[in-house]
């Protein structure tokens, strides 16, 4: 707990440091080849990409795939930030969807029969103890949420064979990930976590934005402060995020919250 809070309060650059020396590790034991980052677009994982970026320039090695989830209901600012940055970072993104559940409906909220899936899915729905007929496709509930991210970022671990999945979870964003850490071996697929910006705050991450000029979605500006899945996903203020009382106020207030209130279900079962 005392070396957390040592990190937790250290500067802005000896975080930045600090996150570049946990990705220079975890390159030099598992490849850039067989790593893959984990990137929403959202300013936590767009900050951990610039810092791959970072780490990756000074290692000389190029920078690991990025995986990135479409679950079916993406803010367009979102995939803006995510084409502009491939093309000036020149990024390999790679698009991960369950195109087997998403292709059996039209619009959110529609109804999916179980029976309709393939093989995999109804034996990831059946994991979760789901024994309905059918399910609304709404990408953050319980059984959208593991289907439309997780499955759909384990089929990519296992078809690509990565080793190593960096995502940008930070110490105190939720309280499922408060005692998470920056190596974290994972089952099914295996893999291990790697968690480079645990140590950032959400007013960090912001800091290091504007103070390195880091492009980020223009959701932010408009005030949204932490963003998922375009239908459950508001804004509570109209004011830019960086400029409201982040130490103050819940940073994922605009999230929908029955998916907040099982994160340490949706996490035991491998999400983010």
């Not at 005692?179 to 140590?199: C, K």
């Not at 932010?220 to 508001?234: C, D, E, N, V």
Request: aromatic letters at 10%; charged letters at 30%; hydrophobic letters at 35%.
């Amino acid at each position: 707990m005392e070396q957390k809070e040592q990190l937790m309060g250290m500067s802005i650059d000896a975080k930045v440091a600090q996150s570049k020396k946990i990705i220079k590790e975890a390159i030099n034991n598992f490849g850039a080849d067989k790593m893959a980052v984990a990137w929403t677009g959202g300013k936590d994982s767009t900050t951990m990409v610039w810092l791959f970026k970072e780490a990756c320039k000074d290692m000389k090695v190029k920078i690991p795939r990025c995986m990135f989830i479409d679950e079916g209901y993406v803010f367009e600012e979102i995939w803006d930030i995510v084409n502009q940055l491939k093309s000036e970072w020149g990024l390999d993104v790679v698009i991960s969807k369950n195109t087997d559940v998403s292709s059996k409906t039209g619009n959110i909220g529609d109804m999916i029969k179980v029976k309709s899936l393939n093989e995999r899915n109804r034996a990831e729905i059946a994991k979760l103890g789901f024994d309905g007929e059918e399910f609304p496709f709404e990408p953050e509930s319980y059984v959208g949420n593991h289907l439309m991210k997780t499955v759909a970022m384990n089929v990519f671990l296992e078809e690509n064979g990565i080793q190593a999945l960096a995502t940008a979870i930070r110490w105190d964003e939720q309280a499922a990930r408060k005692d998470e850490s920056y190596f974290s071996p994972r089952t099914s697929p295996s893999h291990t976590r790697v968690q480079p910006i645990l140590h950032f705050t959400e007013r960090d991450i912001w800091d290091n934005i504007h103070k390195n000029k880091i492009p980020f979605c223009a959701l932010y500006k408009s005030g949204y402060r932490s963003l998922g899945a375009k239908g459950s996903t508001f804004k509570t203020s109209d004011i830019p995020a960086w400029e409201q009382d982040l130490e103050n106020t819940p940073e994922r207030a605009g999230r929908g919250q029955s998916k907040e209130d099982i994160m340490g279900k949706l996490r035991d079962l491998g999400y983010m």
